[in-house]
């Protein structure tokens, strides 16, 4: 009777064992179902209803939670009231920076079910995926109608071009050389804010000497890549900066050696918990005082506020030392496929997310500025106004870990080869795979 | 004896699962392998004959060293902290204690959890932060005058992956133990009674005589729990984000396809996990099903 019970017992078990494998598969595969739901009814409709599809836009994006959601909603909202007759479909898919999304709309575009338009980071993390599998129209023709090409700074336009065609309309910009610092701390150990790479190394090591282990924090390792670029940048200049996406310089340079040597400096004044903490975390330290730096990008500026400190007395902000001048960027951007379903309606949505109204709309709620230069100034708080100023007289050079200059491939060769260096810390090793990266998934031969 | 009719009817009844399987399992595990054969990089499928060159760069890929040897020292930690631990608890509660009941579903409850769970609890347990930020295990420890167990756990450096074999044990070690305990149960009381007589000690009784007799369980639970060890992605991920140190293959083959469109090396990878698995449970299948035909 007991062995009997306990049979029935262990049956029961490898029946959870089984529920628990049949939960992990849906874990993994949960961000398609929806997006196939969504997609299997307008496919039947499609014969039937062709006259009311007419009247819809499906919008793909990764805007599923937070300002970005609702900023989305801000600027839908300003699209139905200029198109009211056009069905406006949120085809959003959460996971954390899209990844989720794209590995979702690759599946789609795989099957030829591509939705009308969809979000994604400007540049070559578009260009590179999906105009080289010759999924997406040129949007020239928008920038010319709309004199979009008079707003937008001109240094912008090469780096959401190929070729002389721009491929997607950028609503958002968000900058990536963003040193923040707490200023109670640099007041108490008298540091002025640091505008050269070497004024920063003196001010840590006195940070470093009165007792303060790690000044700069940093988080996982995204953020040690986010924190490489800016470096890269603040050692190499614009131009020469530009080269090397570009394939006009290589990456066996000496200068290139000496970059790495900075980045393996600036490492050394970090927190050794790094690769456990969030992006959040990591910010979290300078503003409780625990650390004096962070390099992040100005979503950062919206997590301040949101825990509740104010500009100026609870952060500060500055382009990380030997950027200024600079405004690496980033931006969100929608872009008008081949064969788009409803093209008009596509068009419309371009046309919204392009113009002052629906960027005005989107911006303030999201935390970042208008990648036009004549938003309205009345909508933006103290750090948006400054970006604002410098967006519109910066050098405008492009973000690695946010997917302008580099495709997906070489990102994430370079990805891993700096994982490997922040294990082994061999500069060497990690100057040669960053030129194999480049000679096998970018522009270098 | 059937009839033809009922064999039929059979058959009629089945196919559908079999062309299932046919379809999703071997056909995929088909187009896969061929596409781990191709040089297919970008979001769009090219099917251009590249040989075993996928493989090859695998093996010379100084990432994918570190993700079979941290696969090696987790499934090591793992198998042999979940049997050591599942074996000594199905020992203590055969000792006919009162309240075994309780014990038993109180030990087995982690199992009913997915890893994700399990990670970012232990997330938090695990916390490596010290000082003034101390917290988790790491604040237990040093509010108890521990100070010498406080780590940095998974982001202690070479080591970090031992430590989540850690959460594994946790989850698993008490599904080892049912496996366990229902192999003792199946040991007839005389064999016990018989080693006694003649004088056998309890320890010697354990060493000679039940574990022998619970060789085949050890052995079913090494091919659980090891093929469980080798395609361990979502723990990972929900402990430590996808990070270099503590990668492991089934985090590159995610990482590689889905961020990189590096369709072929995902494919590769994902046909190795593939291999590393069967060469573990064809075995084993092999095994019982001979023994099953001679009963």
């Known amino acids: 009777m007991r062995y009997k019970t306990f049979l029935l017992f262990l049956i029961l078990a490898l029946v959870l064992v089984a529920c628990g494998g049949g939960n992990n598969a849906a874990t993994n595969t949960e961000p398609v179902a929806p997006a196939e739901e969504e997609a299997a009814p307008a496919q039947e409709e499609a014969p039937a209803e062709a006259e009311e599809m007419a009247n819809q836009v499906e919008v793909f994006s990764w805007w599923t939670g937070g300002g970005e959601a609702a900023g989305l909603e801000a600027m839908i909202k300003v699209f139905n009231e200029k198109y009211p007759d056009i069905e406006f479909i949120n085809a959003a ?353 | 004896m059937q009839s033809r009719k009922d064999q039929l009817l059979g058959l009629a009844l089945v196919s559908p699962s079999i062309l299932a399987v046919l379809i999703f399992v071997y056909g995929f595990i088909a187009w896969s392998g061929r596409v781990s054969l191709s040089q297919w990089k970008g979001l769009m499928p090219d099917y251009t004959w590249a040989g075993l060159q996928n493989y090859i760069g695998l093996f010379t890929d100084p990432r994918f060293r570190i993700d079979i040897r941290n696969t090696v020292v987790f499934t090591v930690l793992f198998v042999g902290g979940c049997l050591v631990l599942g074996l000594t608890l199905a020992i203590l509660l055969d000792q006919g204690l009162r309240g075994e009941g309780f014990f038993r579903s109180l030990y087995l409850f982690p199992m009913a959890i997915s890893f994700i769970v399990t990670g970012v609890v232990w997330r938090w347990l695990m916390n490596p932060a010290q000082g003034s930020r101390i917290s988790g295990l790491n604040l237990i420890f040093d509010q108890l005058g521990l100070d010498f167990l406080i780590n940095k756990w998974h982001t202690t450096p070479e080591w970090g992956i031992a430590f989540i074999a850690i959460p594994a044990i946790w989850q698993m070690s008490g599904y080892t133990m049912a496996l366990y305990l229902g192999g003792l149960r199946a040991i007839p009381e005389s064999l016990r009674e018989a080693a006694r007589v003649d004088g056998a000690s309890e320890f010697a009784m354990y060493r000679r005589i039940i574990l022998p007799l619970l060789s085949p369980i050890t052995l079913s639970a090494m091919i659980i729990l090891g093929h469980i060890s080798l395609k361990v992605f979502d723990l990972i991920v929900a402990v430590a984000g996808k990070q270099i140190p503590l990668d492991v293959p089934a985090i590159y083959m995610w990482t590689t396809t889905f961020d990189g469109n590096f369709y072929g090396r995902g494919a590769s990878i994902g046909i190795l996990l593939l291999l590393s698995v069967a060469v573990l449970v064809i075995p084993y299948l092999r095994y019982t099903l001979k023994n099953e035909a001679e009963l």
């Open chain 1, 93 to 445: 898919v959460a996971g954390g920076a899209g990844t989720n999304a794209r590995a979702v709309l690759a599946t789609r575009l795989q099957a030829g079910d591509a939705p009308d338009s969809w979000q994604g980071h400007a540049g070559q993390e578009l260009i590179g995926t999906y105009v080289a599998a010759g999924q997406l129209e040129p949007v020239n023709f928008l920038f010319e109608e709309n004199g979009w090409l008079d707003v937008m700074p001109e240094t912008l336009i090469p780096l959401i071009s190929q070729d002389g065609n721009i491929y997607s309309v950028p609503v958002n910009i968000h900058r990536a050389n963003v040193l923040w610092n707490n200023p109670t701390v640099l007041a108490e150990n008298g540091i002025d804010v640091p505008t050269t790479l070497d004024e920063w190394f003196t001010a840590m090591d006195a940070l470093q000497a009165a007792g303060m282990e790690a000044p700069l924090a940093m988080g996982e390792q995204w953020t040690a890549m986010h924190l490489f670029e800016t470096i890269l940048l603040a050692s190499l200049g614009a131009d020469d900066y530009n080269a090397l996406w570009d394939g006009g310089k290589s990456w066996s340079e000496p200068e290139v050696a000496a970059a790495l040597e900075n980045f393996a400096k600036v490492l050394s004044y970090t927190n050794s918990d790094a690769s456990a903490l969030s992006w959040q975390d990591a910010a979290q330290l300078v503003v409780n005082g625990d650390a004096a730096f962070n390099v992040m990008g100005d979503w950062a500026e919206g997590y301040f506020r949101e825990i509740g400190f104010e500009p100026n007395s609870g952060y500060g902000w500055s382009p990380v030392p030997g950027t200024n001048g600079n405004f690496q960027f980033l931006s969100d951007s929608f872009v008008l496929p081949v064969g788009a379903p409803h093209r008009e309606a596509a068009i419309a949505w371009l046309t919204v997310a392009g113009s002052r109204e629906g960027q005005d709309a989107f911006n303030p709620v999201k935390g970042s500025i208008p990648a036009r230069s004549d938003g309205d100034r009345a909508l933006y708080g103290e750090y948006l106004l400054s970006a604002m100023d410098d967006w519109s007289n910066n050098t405008v050079v492009g973000s690695l870990t946010h997917g302008v200059v580099a495709n997906d491939s070489w990102k994430s060769e370079i990805d891993t080869a700096l994982g490997l260096f922040l294990v082994d810390k061999d500069a060497a090793t990690f100057q040669t795979a960053l030129a194999t990266a480049c000679t096998s998934s970018g522009p270098c031969q």
